[in-house]
């Protein structure tokens, strides 16, 4: 049996969601149907589409162009560090030790969902160093297997530039704080091991 045309639509909408099948997409469907709150979703939705503007500097999401961390002179214009998600930008700030900037590539390697490189935002990133400006490029995807995919795609494309100034980082990998060697999985001791570095002596 189908559904009325309109949550038909709903339905369909939903299910070009990342990660949700239609199960999902029929119970977020009814969901909205029956939440009081959905007109204001719907608006909300609405807005963000309308005026969420992208920074033409580092392409994140933003209120103005550029963003206020590409517009702040406090930050080190030198260091970029490239993460795949406007959410990405907003963890590493809340850590709130990174003086850099950032460049989002909104999104990360996925064939399974149909993201290749064309949607990522790989040529701005190459026309900013292209400026040569940036002194140090640190991956900061994920830890996973469409980050380190996205990590390789990045590191070739900056290597294309043939930049001897330019150096290219990525985020240390290992053992979380608080956890236990022996619970570990062997990819992170492994990484943990080939990241290890110098403690300083009391001489
Ligand atoms: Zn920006």
Excluded: W
């Amino acid at each position: 049996m189908a559904y009325p045309e309109p949550v038909e639509r709903l339905i369909e909408a939903f299910r070009r969601f990342p990660g949700v099948g239609a199960v999902t997409a029929e119970r977020l469907t009814f969901h909205v149907l029956r939440d009081p709150e959905s007109r204001g979703l719907a608006r909300a939705i609405e807005r963000a589409i309308d005026e969420a503007l992208r920074c033409s500097i580092c392409c994140n999401v933003a209120e103005a162009d550029p963003c206020s961390i590409c517009a702040d002179p406090e930050r080190d214009a030198a260091l970029i560090a490239v993460v795949e998600e406007p959410r990405h930008v907003e963890a590493i700030e809340r850590a709130g030790t990174f003086a850099g900037r950032y460049h989002v590539l909104m999104g990360a390697l996925n064939p399974a969902d149909g993201t290749d490189p064309s949607h990522l935002t790989l040529r701005q990133l190459l026309e900013r160093l292209r400026e040569g400006t940036t002194r140090e490029v640190i991956l900061a995807t994920d830890p996973d297997a469409e980050g380190e995919a996205t990590a390789a795609l990045v590191l070739e494309a900056v290597e294309s530039l043939d930049s001897k100034e330019l150096i290219v980082t990525r985020l240390a990998r290992g053992l979380p704080a608080g956890g236990a060697i022996e619970y570990m999985h062997r990819g992170i001791i492994e990484d943990a091991l080939e990241g290890r570095r110098p403690v300083r002596r009391r001489t």
